[in-house]
T-cell receptor
Framework: DTGVSQNPRHKITKRGQNVTFRCDPI?????LYWYRQTLGQGPEFLTY????????KSRLLSDRFSAERPKGSFSTLEIQRTEQGDSAMYLC??????????????FGSGTRLTVV | DAKTTQPTSMDCAEGRAANLPCNHS???????VYWYRQIHSQGPQYIIH???NNETNEMASLIITEDRKSSTLILPHATLRDTAVYYC?????????FGQGTRLTINP
């Protein structure tokens, strides 16, 4: 297993279009997280899964955003009716069970979204 | 979630020890302190974490004050590849909450 994989690496879309990103976590990790990062800022938490259950969603996750992890393995993040303010790097991370909440996160390289 | 305060930027000479401070005066007794770093265009990378005792691993050392209100990350022999943004994070409920971090520049 080579780590957390995110696809695509880059996405350019027109305002109003829908986009979907995929995250494949490390296989034995049961926790999966989505973050958003804009230029010059630290990553902002969006949502968190433990296995297939979505346990927490940030207020940043508007109605246009939806995340799924149907079988507790890979996850998708969909943004509907994209806006220019959605332009950011979207990061996925996973962590193993049985450890303190912040230990040993492994982050993917992110998907950079540009809305034009 | 514990709020942390870090300097916006720091410089260090290559080969010297880089000492990155962090204040976390609101941290509760059972919250860990985590350090991550982010090199340009990559996802954040775990460095080290601690609760009360000082910790050391192959990447860095973490010194936590006795009152747990602050900590220092030490990179003992900084190299140019250590140039990155370093985040000090007080553990939140099952998730990491990032601040602005410290932009560390290692100079040749």
């Amino acid at each position: 297993d080579t780590g957390v994989s995110q696809n695509p690496r880059h996405k350019i879309t027109k305002r109003g279009q829908n986009v979907t990103f995929r995250c494949d976590p490390i296989s034995e990790h049961n926790r999966l997280y989505w973050y958003r990062q804009t230029l010059g800022q630290g990553p902002e938490f969006l949502t968190y899964f433990q296995n297939e259950a979505q346990l927490e969603k940030s207020r940043l996750l508007s109605d246009r955003f939806s995340a799924e992890r149907p079988k507790g393995s890979f996850s998708t993040l969909e943004i509907q009716r994209t806006e220019q303010g959605d332009s950011a790097m979207y990061l996925c991370a996973s962590s193993p069970p049985g450890l303190p909440g912040g230990y040993g996160y492994t982050f993917g390289s992110g998907t950079r979204l540009t809305v034009v | 979630d514990a709020k942390t305060t870090q300097p916006t930027s720091m410089d260090c000479a290559e080969g010297r020890a880089a000492n990155l401070p962090c204040n976390h005066s609101t941290i509760s007794g059972n919250e860990y302190v985590y350090w991550y770093r982010q090199i340009h265009s990559q996802g954040p990378q775990y460095i080290i974490h601690g609760l009360k005792n000082n910790e050391t691993n192959e990447m860095a050392s973490l010194i936590i004050t006795e009152d747990r209100k602050s900590s220092t990350l030490i990179l003992p022999h900084a190299t140019l590849r250590d140039t990155a943004v370093y985040y000090c994070i007080g553990e939140g409920a099952q998730k990491l909450v990032f601040g602005q971090g410290t932009r560390l520049t290692i100079n040749p």
